[in-house]
């Protein structure tokens, strides 16, 4: 019996040990809801929006997403939205069907708002 608790111990003190604090959080310690954010760019009828302001604007594309990751998220929108929004702008989105894609950057089809 002394055998069992040992070894139920040792699984214990394994797995805390092992355990990971990923959340998915971002600089703010909380989860993003894609929400709100910052334009970064625009291309082919697509926004990329990330969660925080981006202090430079002229930085390589691959810099501004490993700076904001796992905060990004490519937005197809329609060709009205496209035209209105300029990088740099904050935005609020909705997202109609709920679908996003979580890879990284996260993809969707929103309707966007320039706040």
């Given at each position: 019996?002394?055998?069992i608790y040992?070894?139920?111990?040792?699984?214990l003190?394994?797995?805390t040990?092992c355990?990971?604090?990923?959340?998915?959080s971002?600089?703010?310690?909380?989860?993003?809801?894609?929400r709100?954010g910052?334009?970064?760019?625009?291309?082919?009828g697509?926004i990329?929006?990330?969660?925080?302001k981006v202090?430079n604007?002229?930085v390589?594309?691959s810099?501004m997403?490993?700076?904001?990751?796992?905060?990004?998220i490519?937005?197809?929108?329609?060709?009205?939205?496209y035209?209105?929004?300029l990088v740099?702008?904050q935005?609020?989105?909705k997202?109609?069907?709920?679908?996003?894609?979580?890879?990284y950057?996260?993809?969707?089809?929103?309707?966007?708002?320039?706040k």
């Amino acid at each position: 019996m002394k055998k069992i608790y040992i070894l139920l111990f040792a699984v214990l003190v394994l797995a805390t040990g092992c355990s990971s604090n990923n959340n998915n959080s971002g600089q703010s310690g909380e989860i993003w809801d894609f929400r709100e954010g910052f334009v970064v760019t625009k291309e082919d009828g697509r926004i990329l929006m990330v969660r925080d302001k981006v202090a430079n604007l002229e930085v390589p594309l691959s810099e501004m997403l490993e700076e904001a990751q796992p905060n990004a998220i490519w937005l197809s929108v329609d060709k009205t939205d496209y035209d209105a929004i300029l990088v740099g702008d904050q935005v609020s989105i909705k997202i109609p069907n709920g679908t996003v894609d979580l890879s990284y950057p996260a993809r969707a089809t929103a309707d966007v708002t320039k706040k």
